[in-house]
């Protein structure tokens, strides 16, 4: 509560409603908080005002965790003469990637009569209605690779009888992006490399000064496609290698996605070569054979380290798509040693 306090010596209100995070009986009943400090009560809703300023200030906590009931069908009146606000924890009629907590529709909201709504749960800042503003600011730092870019607060400003004017303030101390690097005509591993670093430096300079967490997903058309599906730990040394190097602390890199396709081979080889590369091409057609594939495998998945069986890292046995991507991964591997076996022709 220390950065409460200095709020409060700087005179200014802070009023909170508890989430599901926060809920009545979890932290709001042993947190001592500052006289500039007002938790919003769990059991109804309540208004607060602000009388130097003609606002006034409507909210309820939540009282449990999962709280699935329409509060805002209960909040008060708005108060005649001030600028009403809203505070509320809620998905609306659901936000993907968050649970239907309080759930009420945008009418319920435009229809009480305030002069704005701040809305909590959802980390994704989004203003979902202008008449009166119907706003979610998002959290205030991304937590994982699901919640990439700005992250922050938004500043309202409000003179006069005129309509709120609002801000995004970013707040963010380190950035999460999805970074797409093409590959297509790179045919070394020093090529890539620079193909790289051109685009992670177009993202710093985009979010700078803060330091920038990626996941690369490599995409086009590349003879390198083989020699990187082959052997996707090292290429991911090596980016983050040519990553500390070009930039030091600022950047890391959390994951490598391989979606480059090979060049296609103007003559067929009749070989076993050429067989192989046909099975592989029936094998990740057919979603049955993927399948019954992943079924044979299951054993062997059993056994693999904790990290491969749970969490994004997770093999399925059951998705066609993990399958197709071990088997091309696989192929590539094979593809590899058989070529630097045979040496050249």
Known sequence: MGQMRRLGEAGIAVFIVAGNHDAAGRMTRSLPCPSNVHIFSSARPETRQLEPLRVAIHGQSFAKAAVTDNLAVNYPEPVPGYFNIGLLHTSLTGR?????????????????????????????AEIVATDPPVVFPGCIQGRHIREVGEKGCMVVVREADGAPQITPQALDVIRWEHLAVDLTGVETLDDGLTRFRQRFQECLEANDPLPVIARL???GQTHMHTRITADVDHLKQSLRAAALSAFGERTWIEKVRINTRPVTQTAVDAGPLHELDLLVARLKASPEALLDLGAELTPL?????????QGEACIRPDDPETIAGLVARAHAMLLQRLNRKAGPA
């Open 96 to 124: 993907q990637g968050h649970e239907n907590y309080a759930p009420c529709a945008l009418d319920d909201l435009v229809n009480k009569g305030y002069d704005y709504w701040a809305l909590g749960h959802v980390h994704q």
């Open 217 to 219: 997903t490599l995409i």
């Open 301 to 309: 998945f059993q056994k693999l380290p904790a990290a491969y069986r």
